[in-house]
């Protein structure tokens, strides 16, 4: 098994962006087995890839909740629109037994009321 210090400090130089033939050579100087600094090396090159695939794994997640949010608010704000619409156009055109109701009511009187009265009496 690989010394955890030796994988630490072979993934400080490769966030440095040492080469690895770099760090084998700097390894090597001073003192370290060629197999041990080879199973460091691949030790700290898989914590380090799966370190990026959690990360990018954890951005995926929040760009889904970030959208899933942005889809219910938009949702929200066009259905509340809506019923603003609705209840303006209930509103304007008037509802059942309102004074626009009747106005039409009482001008459909008169026309009839002066047709009658157009015609000869008898």
Known sequence: MVEQKLVEYIKKQL????SENQIIEELKAVGWDYTDIVEG?????????????IFRYA??????????????????????????FETSEKISLGSPGTAKEEQT?????M??????NIGPTT
């Open 59 to 84: 951005i995926s997640i929040a760009i889904v909740i970030a959208l899933f949010l942005f889809l219910e608010v938009l949702t929200n704000y066009y259905e509340e629109k809506q019923h603003n």
């Open 105 to 109: 009511v009482q001008s459909n009187e």
């Open 41 to 53: 090396l691949s030790t700290a090159k898989a914590q380090i890839k799966r370190k990026k695939l």
């Open 15 to 18: 966030s440095q962006n040492k």
């Open 111 to 116: 026309v009839n009321g002066s047709e009658e």
